[in-house]
């Protein structure tokens, strides 16, 4: 299935004057929750799935202790999470301290594998399909 989206106007925020532009964006078909994921991927690797649900609630906790000691954690050919802070600045070196420290923010960094594979997705407009009714289908399958 490809990935739908819909051209949207938006307002350049660089722009003093509030130039307008248009831009595809995308639109997600629905939320598909850790019981839902837990279920396919005991199909996958043959599992029961609550099986499943146990190892993806307790993946949760491991890379959240392990982001909370300073590791970068990488998940195979999934990608990377790190953890980056929003701070205030200083004037000088000796007031760089923690209590300068105000988000901390966990990022994600896909693997190579899977920016490779992402650059094959395939995108098809919104508006076309509410046009096509043969193509309507796309919108309604999960």
């Known amino acids: 299935m490809p990935i739908l989206y ?11 004057e509030g130039q307008r532009y248009w831009a ?17 991927l005991a199909e996958e690797v043959g599992i029961a799935p609550k099986k ?8 949760f ?10 590791n970068t954690v990488q998940l195979g050919d999934l990608g990377s999470f790190r953890t980056t802070v929003k701070t205030e600045i200083s004037n000088c070196e000796e007031e760089a301290s923690a209590a300068k420290i105000k988000k901390v923010i966990v990022r994600f960094s896909e693997s ?13 407009e919104v508006a076309s399909l509410l046009k096509d009714k043969s193509k309507q289908s796309l919108i309604l399958e999960p």
């Open 52 to 59: 499943a649900e146990i190892i993806i609630s307790q993946l």
């Open 112 to 124: 190579n594998e899977l920016k490779n594979i992402m650059k094959d997705a395939k995108f098809v």
């Open 6 to 16: 819909n051209r949207m106007e938006r307002i350049n925020p660089g722009d003093i």
């Open 24 to 40: 595809p964006v995308v639109k997600s078909t629905g939320l598909v929750k850790e019981k839902e994921v837990a279920k396919l």
């Open 61 to 70: 906790n491991v890379v959240t202790d392990l982001l909370l000691n300073g």
